[in-house]
């Protein structure tokens, strides 16, 4: 593969110091979207995500010969844990957040034909049912986007989802997309249950939504108040209607519950209605969070295109933050996979957004000194979006209460609360971390990123297991789970005969896995789903990736000092390197097949693929692609030349066509002498 490596800005010019920022905005934002799309947790509020993302996208516009292949505008999200994948005929795109009137103004003013929709942008969990023959066949959640976790079973137990339509007569397959939710009074209701019942409360509806959808058992997830919100269709079917408000006539003809719609015909109407609904959002039935505003004529999507993470056709307007004041009861440390020590606030009970919140995360050493919180202070809490809350304002501090008056100063632990090493702080840096490789808690919070689906994808080991494992003294480091036996898996609380057994069952099974994942598993910061498979598609195996030099990992495109000094560090460790070749000797990987190059039959052209193709999945399609030269990118752009189309190919070649790029098929590429 030539290299195309964007050559560094010198030190001191303005380009560099945009350069650099790009490089750390990639790093921050890479890192939150595996917490929350990997785990449900963040450690920074969807503003503030929202803000660094549209930051990242407006250097990364000023710097356009930086490329942007492996940047997270790239993608839309990670794979969440759940049944088995799906892949969407059409991408489930992320929707652009704009937060000023004045953006809003400007879309609507982008739209050709100048008629729009606003809906409420509802807080749920991303749904696309799949009709055939007018009978609902599939249900399939968001997921990464590009797929899904088929969650039939449980959609056809939400009564607000009909099993059969028929209000399209001329077109009785469709793509309907929308929103899993659960009204405010339900969640309560539901959460009220739960206590008596002594379970937890679901920290908040989308939460619960999400949980249920992920049950295997579809009997009880029958019994939980979800439904459904219906707000588009796939793209691929634009054809069949003529724009939005005919979609939304069938969809309320054939029985689906549609959100509150607004028709606009001028932009000062459109920013007026933001400002409405936020006022009204306690009003609505269900949790949300902005305002989405769609251009209404399908010709005109169509003609606005997309970009690789999100339409041009549609953009989200925010609401700002929800903040109360509460007060801090005390201060707890929790010690994450890397042994960075992450403080965390406990609050008396306060509601923001429909949702009971008790802590609050306070990020690091630096930023209880710098807002000089202390055990009875009142804070600020703010909360956007299904995320850890945040204090963002010390009220007692802030009055200058009397120092005699408020609780000591916080003392940040000397040792680790986990295994009592006594913790360092890394120069220059805000981290405080604990340096025992044999940490506990650690252990505990790699084995879970271990047995993640991302990884070795080992079901059914969950939190408990795995901290009862460590424990008990059965499992010391990732290898050590592949040695523990079924009687060891019936001594655990809650694990019977037959439980313990499919669990041995699945360890098993997992010795069966990818290069990329075997990598992720590792868990080494930085390095995670975006970068992993071209590390491998670079140097070829888990060994040479895990020997590379940091001079030969920074030739790459997208990895930086960050990635490359932590690869490198992690593979310097003696303990780590113990582990890893006990691991790689039980360990089979499931390469993928030999890719002969074939020359420089697409040298230097830019080739994007849509549709799905038998007997070959995207990723093999990419490696002959790259073999033969090409340079392979995610969405129509300007300098496209090649759009190889599959089966189902969706809006893309309409847009293709448009453009005039050159549309061919794997036998028109055969014929080029490209080894398909």
């Known amino acids: 593969m030539p290299n195309t490596k964007h050559p560094v800005p010198a030190a001191g010019s303005v380009a560099r110091d945009k350069y650099d920022r790009i490089i750390e905005l990639r790093g921050i934002i890479t890192e939150a979207d595996r917490q929350y799309y990997g785990s449900g947790t963040s450690t920074r509020t969807d503003d503030e995500y929202d803000r660094l993302f549209a930051e990242l996208y407006a250097l990364e516009i000023q710097m356009p010969s930086m490329p942007r292949d492996h940047s997270p505008t790239r993608n839309v999200g990670w794979a969440q844990k759940a049944g088995p994948k799906v892949k969407h005929v059409e991408k489930m795109l992320s929707l652009r957040n704009i937060w000023e009137l004045d953006d809003i103004t400007k879309f609507y003013n982008s739209i050709p034909e100048g008629t729009a929709i606003a809906t409420p942008k509802l807080d749920g969990v991303a749904l696309e049912l799949t009709y055939e023959n007018f009978r609902l066949v599939k249900a399939v959640t968001r997921g990464d986007g590009e797929e899904g976790e088929d969650v039939t079973h449980i959609a056809?137990?939400?009564?607000?989802?009909?099993?059969?339509?028929?209000?399209?007569?001329?077109?009785?397959?469709?793509?309907?997309?929308?929103?899993?939710?659960?009204?405010?009074?339900?969640?309560?209701?539901?959460?009220?249950?739960?206590?008596?019942?002594?379970?937890?409360?679901?920290?908040?509806?989308?939460?619960?939504?999400?949980?249920?959808?992920?049950?295997?058992?579809?009997?009880?997830a029958a019994e939980e108040p979800l439904r459904f919100v219906a707000h588009g269709i796939s793209p691929h079917q634009w054809e069949l209607f003529t724009d939005y408000a005919h979609v939304f006539d069938v969809l309320s003809t054939g029985g689906f519950e549609l959100p509150p719609l607004k028709f606009l015909d001028d932009a000062k109407s459109a920013a007026f209605l933001a400002r409405a609904w936020e006022d009204e959002r306690d009003d609505f039935a269900y949790d949300i969070d902005g305002v989405v505003y769609l251009a209404n004529s399908f010709a005109s999507c169509i003609e606005l295109g997309v970009a690789s993470r999100w339409p041009h056709w549609a953009v989200a307007f925010k609401f700002a933050a929800q903040v109360k004041k509460t007060v801090l009861r005390d201060i707890t440390v929790q010690v994450g996979r890397t042994g960075v020590l992450t403080p965390l606030a406990h609050l008396d009970p306060?509601?923001?957004?429909?949702?009971?919140?008790?802590?609050?995360?306070?990020?690091?050493?630096?930023?209880?000194?710098?807002?000089?919180?202390?055990?009875?202070?009142?804070?600020?809490?703010?909360?956007?979006?299904?995320?850890?809350?945040?204090?963002?304002?010390?009220?007692?501090?802030?009055?200058?209460?009397?120092?005699?008056?408020?609780?000591?100063?916080?003392?940040?632990?000397?040792?680790?609360?986990?295994?009592?090493?006594?913790?360092?702080?890394?120069?220059?840096?805000?981290?405080?971390?604990?340096?025992?490789?044999?940490?506990?808690?650690?252990?505990?919070?790699?084995?879970?990123?271990?047995?993640?689906?991302?990884?070795?994808?080992?079901?059914?080991?969950?939190?408990?297991?795995?901290?009862?494992?460590?424990?008990?003294?059965?499992?010391?480091?990732?290898?050590?789970?592949?040695?523990?036996?079924?009687?060891?898996?019936?001594?655990?609380?809650?694990?019977?005969?037959?439980?313990?057994?499919?669990?041995?069952?699945?360890?098993?099974?997992?010795?069966?896995?990818?290069?990329?994942?075997?990598?992720?598993?590792?868990?080494?910061?930085?390095?995670?789903?975006?970068?992993?498979?071209?590390?491998?598609?670079?140097?070829?195996?888990?060994?040479?990736?895990?020997?590379?030099?940091?001079?030969?990992?920074?030739?790459?495109?997208?990895?930086?000092?960050?990635?490359?000094?932590?690869?490198?560090?992690?593979?310097?460790?003696?303990?780590?390197?113990?582990?890893?070749?006990?691991?790689?000797?039980?360990?089979?990987?499931?390469?993928?097949?030999?890719?002969?190059?074939?020359?420089?039959?697409?040298?230097?052209?830019?080739?994007?693929?849509?549709g799905s193709f038998e007997g070959m999945n995207r990723d093999q399609l990419k490696r002959y692609l790259l073999a033969a030269g090409a340079i392979v990118t995610k969405s129509i752009t300007k300098d496209l030349d090649i759009l190889v189309c599959g089966e189902s190919p969706g809006s893309k070649r309409v847009v293709a066509e448009k453009r005039g790029v050159a549309i061919m098929s794997l036998a028109d590429l055969q014929k080029m002498g490209v080894g398909v």
């Open 156 to 220: 056809k137990t939400i009564r607000s989802i009909p099993l059969l339509i028929t209000s399209h007569p001329h077109t009785p397959d469709l793509c309907i997309r929308g929103e899993v939710v659960m009204y405010k009074d339900a969640f309560e209701m539901a959460n009220q249950k739960r206590l008596a019942e002594g379970k937890n409360a679901f920290a908040c509806a989308r939460n619960a939504v999400a949980g249920i959808l992920g049950r295997k058992d579809s009997r009880k």
């Open 350 to 610: 306060v509601v923001l957004g429909g949702v009971t919140v008790t802590k609050a995360t306070l990020h690091n050493i630096d930023f209880i000194r710098q807002h000089d919180l202390r055990i009875g202070d009142e804070v600020w809490v703010q909360r956007a979006g299904d995320v850890i809350p945040q204090i963002t304002l010390n009220a007692t501090a802030a009055a200058v209460t009397p120092l005699d008056t408020r609780g000591r100063a916080y003392r940040f632990p000397e040792v680790c609360p986990s295994c009592g090493t006594v913790v360092v702080r890394v120069e220059d840096a805000a981290a405080v971390t604990c340096p025992n490789k044999s940490c506990p808690e650690q252990l505990v919070q790699s084995i879970k990123h271990w047995v993640g689906r991302s990884a070795a994808n080992i079901d059914g080991i969950g939190g408990k297991i795995i901290e009862q494992l460590v424990e008990r003294g059965y499992v010391k480091n990732l290898f050590d789970l592949y040695t523990v036996k079924v009687c060891e898996f019936e001594m655990l609380e809650k694990v019977g005969a037959v439980k313990a057994y499919k669990l041995v069952t699945a360890i098993e099974e997992s010795r069966y896995m990818s290069s990329e994942s075997f990598i992720i598993g590792l868990g080494i910061h930085l390095v995670g789903e975006t970068i992993t498979p071209d590390l491998v598609a670079r140097f070829g195996s888990v060994v040479d990736v895990l020997n590379a030099t940091k001079a030969d990992l920074l030739e790459m495109d997208g990895v930086g000092e960050g990635i490359a000094n932590s690869l490198t560090q992690y593979s310097s460790v003696p303990e780590n390197t113990e582990v890893i070749v006990a691991l790689m000797g039980i360990i089979t990987f499931e390469e993928p097949p030999d890719v002969v190059p074939t020359g420089v039959v697409l040298s230097g052209k830019k080739v994007c693929i849509t």
